[in-house]
């Protein structure tokens, strides 16, 4: 049974950088999409990063495009979002998700594996 656990969250200052990452455990990269998700209190979870299966592709949110980073290490089996220039409204909890199968995609209904997630704080 494939298990994912992120680490790398913590509080920054605004236009600081934080590299979250998602150890995957019990199954190949190269078998699933991983996908990087955020909720913030009293909000619904949103899609920020994802990337296919073969490394290949990807995506990101409008609201992250160009500040963040998806990438994948396939000795360590784990993915990784680089953050920089953040800012208050990136304060979340970020989740890392697992979809079998090549595509990914920002649509949290897609994904069935999740991890326990890592608070990230945007705040002077």
């Known amino acids: 049974q494939l298990q994912l656990a992120e680490s790398g969250g913590g509080l920054v200052q605004p236009g600081g950088s934080l590299r979250l990452s998602c150890a995957v455990s019990?199954?190949?990269?190269?078998?699933?999409?991983i996908g990087w998700f955020r909720q913030a209190p009293g909000k619904g979870r949103e899609g920020v990063s994802c990337i296919t299966s073969s490394g290949s592709s990807f995506r990101y949110a409008d609201s992250v495009r160009g500040r963040f980073t998806i990438s994948r290490d396939m000795a360590e089996n784990t993915v990784y979002l680089q953050t920089s220039s953040l800012k208050p409204e990136d304060t979340a909890s970020y989740y890392c998700a697992a979809a079998a199968g090549f595509w990914c995609t920002l649509a949290d209904h897609e994904y069935d594996l999740w991890g326990q997630g890592t608070q990230v704080t945007v705040s002077s």
């Open positions: 019990g199954a190949s990269l190269n078998d699933y999409a």
